[in-house]
């Protein structure tokens, strides 16, 4: 990869995604994608997933115990005979993304889809509100002591955000 930038974000985002699934890069040519993996392509055409979409998706995948192959194009995109081959298309959008960019985008997005499945939000997700981010440091705070000192778990705060608990309607 060119970019250090895009490198690093990639490395970010394969680091946490580790936390969740096991997972590689890899840049090979079209013969040896492997015949048993799930293959998805990345393509224009391609159905466009939100990213709870995406996290019911991966978790079909995961039930199903088979390994998943993302396949990104280059500049003039993917062979018409891999788009083909493969089980299911995801776009990203009607944007032509440099190859390098739409690998940090699936990253962040199969990151989000794992945190969305495990219900889990970050301290550090830009999306959370301060009485979120105050609720979740109560909850690990709660966890921490319930494990050091045997008490039970506390309850889930009561929290206006949607990342902690049901969304409030």
């Keep these: 990869m060119k970019s250090a930038a895009l490198r690093a974000a990639c490395d970010d985002y394969l680091s ?18 492997p015949e048993d993996s799930r293959l998805i392509a990345l393509a224009r055409t391609g159905e466009a997933w939100s990213s709870e979409q995406l996290a019911g998706l991966t978790g079909r995948w995961e039930m199903e115990g088979r390994d998943v192959t993302f396949v990104i194009g280059d500049a003039d995109g993917l062979p018409e005979n891999i788009i083909t081959r493969a089980e299911q298309s995801w776009s990203l959008g009607p944007l032509t993304l440099p190859h390098e960019l739409a690998r940090v985008v699936v990253y962040e997005q199969l990151y989000r889809a794992f945190t969305i499945r495990r ?14 981010r105050a609720a979740l440091l109560t ?24 990342h902690c608990g049901a969304a409030r309607s």
């Design 119 to 132: 219900a889990r939000s970050t301290i550090a997700d830009p999306d959370l509100s301060a009485a979120d």
């Design 16 to 33: 946490r995604i580790r936390h969740y699934a096991k997972i590689e890069e890899r840049e090979v040519k079209e013969a040896r994608i």
């Design 139 to 162: 909850l690990a705070r709660g966890a921490i002591e319930a494990a050091l000192y045997g008490r039970t778990l506390p309850e889930l705060p009561d929290v206006p955000g949607r």
